[in-house]
């Protein structure tokens, strides 16, 4: 006996939907397997019981068909190109219209003016804004795990503590870590 197929399957067998081969291997298997059988009965039974209740429903009211916008005539149109006329019209008359200055080549008189009173000296006012010193950022170098100097080397990320800690590790030429140091989560540096 093979495996049983799957309900789908069961159902695209009694619709006929399947390829070919595939009808046949389910037909064989069908023959064999009181367990797919008995799941086809089920499967024709209801298939059996929807066609029934959708025969039941009423038949759907027909569509109805929404009644038309009543026409407009060129009138309507008319009425819109006056309209935008008029605008322009409008318009026209609102632009301010271009005058010709005349000049007259003498001055006018002018009456004795008493002279202005000098200028009054004032000196500006300088604002000074202490500004505070920003503090000078704590260098937090490697911490070396062994006594060798470091010559050369890769810096690897790595978590610790369960992923809640992470830190950076300088792993040497012959792959053992040689510092570490921790790195701040939010802005990836300690």
Same mark, same amino acid.
């Given at each position: 006996?093979?495996?049983?197929?799957?309900?789908?399957?069961?159902?695209?067998?009694?619709?006929?939907?399947?390829?070919?081969?595939?009808?046949?291997?389910?037909?064989?298997?069908?023959?064999?397997?009181?367990?797919?059988?008995?799941?086809?009965?089920?499967?024709?039974?209801?298939?059996?019981?929807?066609?029934?209740?959708?025969? /039941?429903? #009423?038949? =759907?009211? $027909? +569509?109805?068909?929404? *009644?038309?916008?009543? @026409? &407009?005539?060129?009138?309507?149109?008319?009425?819109?190109?006056?309209?935008?006329?008029?605008?322009?019209?409008?318009?026209?008359?609102?632009?301010?219209?271009?005058?010709?200055?005349?000049?007259?080549?003498?001055?006018?008189?002018?009456?004795? /003016?008493? #002279?202005? =009173?000098? $200028? +009054?000296?004032?000196? *500006?006012?300088?604002? @000074? &804004?202490?500004?505070?010193?920003?503090?000078?950022?704590?260098?937090?170098?490697?911490?070396?795990?062994?006594?060798?100097?470091?010559?050369?080397?890769?810096?690897?990320?790595?978590?610790?503590?369960?992923?809640?800690?992470?830190?950076?590790?300088?792993?040497?030429?012959?792959?053992?870590?040689?510092?570490?140091?921790?790195?701040?989560?939010?802005?990836?540096?300690?």
């Amino acid at each position: 006996m093979t495996q049983c197929w799957s309900e789908g399957e069961l159902r695209a067998f009694l619709d006929s939907e399947l390829p070919p081969g595939d009808m046949r291997r389910v037909a064989a298997h069908w023959k064999e397997c009181a367990g797919c059988r008995g799941s086809c009965a089920e499967l024709e039974a209801r298939a059996a019981r929807l066609s029934i209740m959708l025969g /039941a429903l #009423p038949e =759907p009211a $027909p +569509v109805m068909q929404l *009644p038309g916008l009543p @026409r &407009r005539g060129r009138a309507s149109w008319r009425w819109t190109g006056g309209a935008v006329a008029a605008a322009l019209a409008l318009a026209l008359l609102a632009i301010p219209r271009r005058t010709d200055r005349i000049v007259s080549s003498t001055p006018p008189p002018q009456a004795q /003016a008493t #002279p202005a =009173p000098p $200028p +009054v000296a004032v000196k *500006p006012a300088i604002i @000074r &804004r202490v500004v505070p010193a920003k503090p000078k950022p704590q260098l937090e170098y490697y911490v070396k795990l062994d006594d060798e100097p470091i010559e050369s080397g890769i810096v690897v990320r790595v978590s610790l503590d369960d992923g809640q800690l992470p830190a950076d590790v300088i792993l040497g030429p012959d792959g053992r870590a040689r510092a570490i140091r921790l790195v701040n989560v939010f802005s990836g540096e300690r």
